[in-house]
């Protein structure tokens, strides 16, 4: 059996990701569902993501941020709003929206 490194839970991990052929730096942390990973679903996400720079979206769950970052990056002249009730999730999507070069206030996050 292969077991993972165990990584403590304050700890945070900057790692390198493609999501849908886009280089993006993410941030990751113990305590999210699939924290060190892409899911299958997020790639999907993006794959299926809206076209039209100027197109608006809402997304509940930001999750570490790499999809509010792609988002960004896809609709410059949109409107971005993530809503999400994990402080840890709020904090993860800040670090990797700063590491790939994008204003925060190109994204509305609402802490709920």
Known sequence: ??????????????????????????????????????????????EQSPTDPADSVLLFGSHHGALVAFLARQLPAGQISIMDDSHTAVKLTRLTLAANNI???????LES
Do not use: C, N
């Not at 990584?7 to 493609?18: G, K, M, V």
């Not at 204003?103 to 996050?109: F, S």
């Open 103 to 109: 204003p925060i206030d190109a994204v509305r996050l």
């Open 1 to 46: 059996m292969i077991r993972k490194p165990v990584i403590p839970y304050q700890e945070t991990q900057q790692r390198s990701i493609y999501l849908d052929k886009q280089p993006l730096t993410v941030f990751l942390k113990p305590g999210l569902p699939d924290w060190d990973a892409i899911s299958p679903s997020m790639h999907l996400l993006a």
